[in-house]
């Protein structure tokens, strides 16, 4: 596509609820990242892909988060069980890759638990 | 862990003042990487600095990368309006090439 598509760009669920973020790098991108982004902040690193090997997952809050990227493409983000303080702005952004390159940011996911 | 801060956090400036932001990381990084993120949308990327005390411009904006590669800063002469947002520092850190690390962001103010 012509550039990162996140989905649902909203997304209000109850606590408790489970729910996936939904990332469409744009196409060709090896690197895909996942950000969450609180009101006022930087965006706070979750996670890394590239193609489709998770490389890095230390950001992730806890076990109720994780992601996937199957295919090296298409990615999701997964939140369990979710508390009020999950909610925020879910970025995602890819890269055509490695350390020199720019990160293309999607238009976010406002999640609000309640 | 590793950090990236930015001062200040907000600055107000009338329209054709200057305006710095300041960007220091804890620890070495690879590079650094300036992003602008407008009211309401996602950060967009501005430029990327590699090199040891590297200088570069943009027409009325000037990026500087610290000799030690650990602080950078972003001026902005004679601002405008249209300058309006939020400017954030990103970095990979040396010992981990693809951990893109943002800074906390400063958030410009113009009057007209």
């Known amino acids: 596509g012509a550039g990162v598509s996140q989905s649902p760009r909203y997304k209000v669920t109850k606590r408790g609820q489970d729910v996936a973020l939904r990332c469409d790098p744009i196409s060709g991108h090896v690197s895909l990242y996942w950000y969450r982004q609180a009101l006022g902040q930087g965006p706070e690193f979750l996670t890394y892909?590239?193609?489709?090997?998770?490389?890095?997952k230390s950001g992730l809050p806890n076990d109720r988060f994780s992601a996937e990227r199957p295919e090296g493409s298409i990615s999701t983000l997964t939140i369990q069980r979710t508390e009020q303080r999950d909610s925020a702005m879910y970025r995602c952004?890819?890269?055509?890759?490695?350390?020199?390159?720019?990160?293309?940011f999607g238009q976010g996911t406002r999640l609000t638990v309640v | 862990g590793q950090q990236v801060m930015q001062i200040p956090q907000y600055q107000h400036v009338q329209e054709g003042e200057d305006f710095t932001t300041y960007c220091n990381s804890s620890t070495t990084l690879s590079n650094i990487q300036w992003y602008k993120q407008r009211p309401g949308g996602h950060p967009v990327f501005l430029i990327q600095l590699v090199k040891s005390g590297e200088v570069k411009k943009q027409k009325r904006l000037t990026f500087q990368f610290g000799e030690a590669k650990k602080n950078s800063s972003l001026h902005i002469t004679a601002t405008q309006t249209t300058d309006v947002g939020t400017y954030f520092c990103a970095g990979y850190l040396t010992d981990s090439s693809y951990k893109l690390i943002f800074g906390s962001g400063t958030r410009l103010l113009v009057r007209p």
């Open positions: 952004a890819s890269s055509s890759q490695g350390e020199n390159t720019e990160a293309f």
């Open positions: 892909f590239n193609y489709e090997a998770q490389q890095d």
